[in-house]
């Protein structure tokens, strides 16, 4: 009897412990947890077998916004996914690219270098900046290694342990709710079918002085942070010593008065990246050759539209292509079928944003199964 009783009360207690710890897990993964734009990225290049991509961008906002994966899978064939965040740090970007060898090491890499081209390092110090791209990397070698280095050490549980740091996220409910149902829904799905990309109903109409014809032929450089340009440097010789394929790609800005000294220091990255051996495109001071229409195709100073997102997408496509011999190659049925679907989509998103920009709405389109359901009539 007793011993009926003693395993009737283990029983009761693992099961009791198993639902705590499946608890815990669900608010840390679903409900306690940021989920936007970032998370769904990532989240979503982690679905991609390995080996099934052929060119991974890795930087900030100019990336995802810039560039869609679609459009040049529907064009020339390849396959691609952005590893970016919203303004992500130099200690990100190396995090991020360890990974990209960890999981895919693509035939091309296409880095884009804003994170470097900073005047100070207030980037760099801003938390939340380290973990919409941390929080959404999974737990090993790579990201233990990050917290042990990166990462004061009394704020070291909160990284193993977001619950801990964004507790009163339940102040959201019920809100959040739909975007926890959205982000459940795409994983039991797949429906990453954007891949990634994010942009803005919007002609941007600047208010200061857009100096874009004049960077055309500047020339001159301004030095780096030098804190910046040692992580700059750090990254390059890791991309040496494994041997990647790598290729800069200065993502296109409207650039005006306050901004235009990062256009001198964009200059002097080159002349460090090409040190290196590796190429250095230059979009920004180049915007002319993708057909940029600075007076069309941005929704902000720093981000292109849908119609940027396009004609970049289609010029830098060429040059994969042409250049770096990045051809269509052979995807599973299943891959094809997601591909696919996702320049299907790609196309659906472009005519729902060209329709809501004649019509003077402006709305934010970030990846999640709301977003898919209001194009889909389209």
């Not at 895919?104 to 110090?125: D, G």
């Not at 109903?201 to 030095?223: G, Q």
Request: net charge positive; proline share 3%; glycine share 4%.
């Amino acid at each position: 009897m007793k011993k009926h009783s003693f395993l009737s009360r283990t029983a009761k207690i693992t099961c009791l412990l198993l639902a705590v710890i499946l608890t815990l897990t669900f608010l840390q993964t679903y409900v306690l947890r940021k989920l936007d734009h970032n998370m769904t990225r990532l989240d979503g290049y982690y679905r991609q077998e390995q080996g099934e991509l052929d060119v991974v961008l890795l930087g900030a906002s100019e990336v995802y916004t810039g560039f869609s994966s679609c459009r040049a899978y529907e064009k020339y064939g390849f396959t691609s996914y952005p590893v970016a965040s919203e303004s992500l740090t130099t200690d990100g970007m190396m995090l991020a690219l360890k990974e990209i060898v960890r999981t895919q090491k693509p035939k091309l890499l296409l880095i884009e270098p804003n994170a470097y081209l900073y005047k100070e390092t207030k980037n760099e110090k801003i938390e939340a900046h380290t973990r919409k791209l941390v929080d959404n990397i999974p737990l090993g070698e790579n990201k233990i290694d990050f917290i042990d280095r990166c990462v004061d050490k009394d704020l070291q549980v909160e990284y193993y342990f977001p619950l801990i740091k964004y507790h009163d996220l339940w102040q959201e409910l019920p809100n959040s709710l739909r975007r926890t149902a959205s982000t459940i829904e795409m994983q039991l799905t797949n429906a990453y079918y954007l891949r990634g990309f994010r942009t803005n109903t919007e002609v941007f109409k600047p208010s200061d002085k857009v100096l874009n014809d004049k960077i055309v032929v500047e020339n001159r450089t301004a030095k780096l942070n030098k804190t910046l340009e040692k992580k700059l440097k750090q990254l390059l010789r890791f991309c040496k010593e494994q041997k990647l394929n790598v290729a800069f790609i200065r993502m296109p800005h409207m650039v005006y008065p306050a901004t235009y000294e990062r256009v001198k220091r964009s200059n002097k990255a080159a002349e460090i990246v090409k040190e290196f051996g590796y190429d250095y495109i230059n979009l920004e001071r180049d915007w002319r050759k993708a057909g940029i229409d600075y007076n069309k195709d941005f929704y902000n100073y720093d981000h292109l539209n849908i119609y940027g997102t396009v004609k970049l997408t289609d010029y830098l496509g060429g040059i994969v292509q042409n250049k770096y011999g990045i051809k269509r190659h052979a995807l599973s049925g299943p891959q094809k079928e997601s591909w696919d679907k996702a320049a299907k989509t790609f196309g659906k998103l472009y005519r729902y944003c060209d329709e809501q920009i004649k019509k003077g709405h402006t709305e934010s389109i970030s990846e999640d199964m709301m977003t898919l359901r209001r194009i889909e009539p389209y």
